[in-house]
């Protein structure tokens, strides 16, 4: 099974690449637009930056109309082009943009959770140290579900409410 979704992960993990880097994304945008104009050029007879237009104007979906595929392979890569642009592109430049938005400068970096996890075993330590000496006996922590997210058994409508209620204090 793990074979088969292979080829997915393997798109999955490109498509981050590219979302992830705002310059690959601008490089890839043009290469595209220079290639879809390479070819339709060929495919159409046209002149190079006729076909560099009708690239950018097809690839923005604008369609002014002054010039368009006649031949079959011309308007296969119409299709594509407009279909790359719309499916993948725009998504990932429009999603590049929103996670820059609403990056929470507030929460807590990797090392600083490592660091918190560890004071937290450590203050465990002392706890049970001192409850021994004391003769008191320290439960163990009930394993519980995240509070909210995927791991959480609370319908979605009340992790929201509960999300909403936290962010208005």
Known sequence: MDALLLPFRLIYRGLVW???????LIVSYLLMIVVAGVLYSHAE??????SVWWAVVTASTVGY??????TVAGRF???LLISTMVLLVIPLITAH????LIVDDDAFEHDEQEELK?????LRALLEEMAARQGIE???PEPRPPAHGP??????WERSARRRRRRGR
């Open 118 to 122: 560890a004071d937290v075993r450590r």
């Open 151 to 156: 791991g959480s058994d609370d319908p979605l």
């Open 65 to 70: 109309g002054d010039i368009s595929p006649t």
């Open 97 to 100: 943009f929103a996670s820059r």
């Open 18 to 24: 590219f979302a992830n880097s705002p310059r690959t």
């Open 77 to 79: 890569l119409a299709a």
């Open 138 to 140: 320290v439960p163990e």
């Open 45 to 50: 007879h046209k002149s190079a930056a006729d």
